[in-house]
């Protein structure tokens, strides 16, 4: 196998050093330096990631450990065994054709599973109509572990990391999220090379020039992130220096955010879709609260167990984007069977990203599917699709945005059709305007202001 990957590396001249990215945000192409390199690095991603465009029949391997300090506690084998399945049927010309359990003591041993499981799981794939991989449902396996089951079994072998990046490849459309999804593969791809090339005494004989070409390929991917990332604070900065007050929408995959999203802006052109990371972008939509008050809904990548760090690291660049909102969503599919352990995930992922201050409003999707007392009484219960509890949601956003931002309600006497009128209305929220009832010649306008706000209004008053 070592070799193989020297061979590639001659062919090319260059391993995984190969493709040189150039990431334009306004023309948004994403595109390889040199076509052969580029060749070169498909060979080998093909060869550890697997093809996913053809699409395969799946049977789905399914280990848990059955008890011990490893064992989940907070979800069941059943329930991520369903998980396992609607990864594979997220794939495109993907389909699952059989499962089975795999009861362990531990994940982490050279042979997967002991020679009576191998045995059942071989029945069962000679029971089943034609199976063309095996996804074995937990987050890395070993080189190790996939050689032998590939060699025993005779059928390519992928695992939540890899799977997971093939529905990152089919769903990144726009350069931001190719970036992230080649920077993602790459510690997975170069694991695997450097098990492929370990010997008996646990010595990675693998040459210089080759450790080089992965080191090179990261620098240039982070390089190209770096850029992404001053560009964001770019904008950023413009979005405050308009005073657009921002709500970060997060929670795990397909749980709603981008409907719940479509129902606060009633943005049309938002197509939410029922897939596992149908989004991979952090995108800014605009919206109106009952006073108003336009605010920023940042839409987010979703989050999923059972995945090493890795996998998610390069897109937490966008996500420290909308982190950094004034205001956190955190939406979950309440009628989930799985929801204990989605809400969980969640939890646990984004309290190292903000302060423990930080407000974060809990929302219930999907209320209409189970009974109210299975709402949890710190939640806003909503069904983003029938508009159930938008308007309710909308007023409790008002609320703490109100407090966390310091805009304060303000009543201001003007004359009618002067410049302070127009001051007022592009510096501040105005949230009605009625003639005074003793002079019509005025206006009494009630604004939506910072303090900031206020001083500068006077300044301009005395100009």
């Known amino acids: 196998m070592c070799n193989k990957v020297n061979t590639i590396c001659k062919r090319s001249g260059i391993m995984l050093q190969n493709i040189v990215c150039r990431f334009n945000h306004d023309s948004e192409e994403y595109v390889s330096a040199d076509e052969k390199d580029q060749e070169a690095y498909a060979e080998i991603s093909n060869h550890y ?47 699952v054709v059989g499962a089975k359990y795999a009861p362990l003591l531990s994940l982490q041993k050279k042979h997967l599973l002991g020679t009576g499981a191998m045995e059942n799981l071989k029945k069962e794939l000679n029971n089943c109509e034609n199976p063309t991989a095996i996804f074995v449902s937990t987050n890395l396996l070993k080189f190790i572990q996939i050689v032998e089951l590939e060699k025993i079994l005779g059928l390519p072998v992928y695992d939540r990391y890899s799977i997971i990046i093939h529905i990152f490849r089919q769903h990144a459309k726009s350069a931001e999220a190719k970036l992230q999804v080649a920077l993602a593969e790459v510690p997975y791809i170069r694991q695997k090379v450097f098990e492929t090339c370990m010997t008996h005494n646990g010595v990675i004989n693998i040459t210089e020039k080759t450790k080089l070409m992965f080191n090179t390929r990261e620098k240039k ?156 009484k710190d ?29 304060l309600r303000t009543r201001i006497r003007v004359e009618s059709g002067s410049p302070a009128v127009s001051w007022l209305y592009k510096m501040t929220t105005v949230t009605n305007a009625q003639s005074d009832p003793n002079d019509a010649q005025y206006l009494i306008l009630e604004v939506l202001a910072t303090s900031v706000d206020i001083q500068k209004f006077k300044k301009f008053l005395r100009q």
């Not at 064992?71 to 329930?79: A, D, G, V, W």
């Not at 904008?235 to 479509?262: C, D, E, M, W």
């Open 379 to 407: 939640a806003i219960a909503v069904s983003a699709t029938n508009l159930t509890g938008i308007d309710l949601l909308r007023l409790e956003i008002e609320k703490v945005l109100l407090a966390v931002t310091g805009l």
């Open 221 to 376: 991917l982070k390089n190209e992130l770096k850029k992404l990332k001053q560009h964001r604070t770019i904008i950023r900065s413009q979005r405050k220096k308009h005073g657009f007050p921002t709500v970060a929408v997060v929670g795990y995959t397909n749980s709603g955010k981008t409907s719940l999203i479509k129902a606060l802006t009633d943005d049309k052109s938002l197509q939410p879709k029922n897939k596992l990371f149908a989004t991979l972008d952090t995108t800014a939509h605009e919206g109106v609260l009952p006073s108003t008050l336009k605010v920023l809904y940042m839409d987010t990548i979703g989050f999923i167990q059972d995945v090493p760090e890795t996998l998610i690291e390069p897109f937490v660049v966008t996500l420290e984007d909308a982190m950094i909102a004034d205001v956190i969503i955190h939406i979950y599919d309440v009628s989930h069977p799985d929801i204990k352990a989605q809400y969980q995930h969640v939890q646990k992922t984004i309290k190292p990203m903000i302060d423990e201050a930080h407000p974060i409003i809990n929302v219930a999707n999907k209320c209409d599917l189970v009974q109210s007392d299975c709402i949890p």
């Open 49 to 95: 990631l697997g093809v996913a465009v053809e699409g395969h029949r799946t049977f789905v391997l399914q280990p848990y450990v059955k008890w011990g300090k490893d064992k989940k506690r907070n979800t069941s084998p059943e329930l991520q065994m369903a998980e396992a399945v609607t990864l594979i049927n997220t794939l495109s010309n993907w389909c």
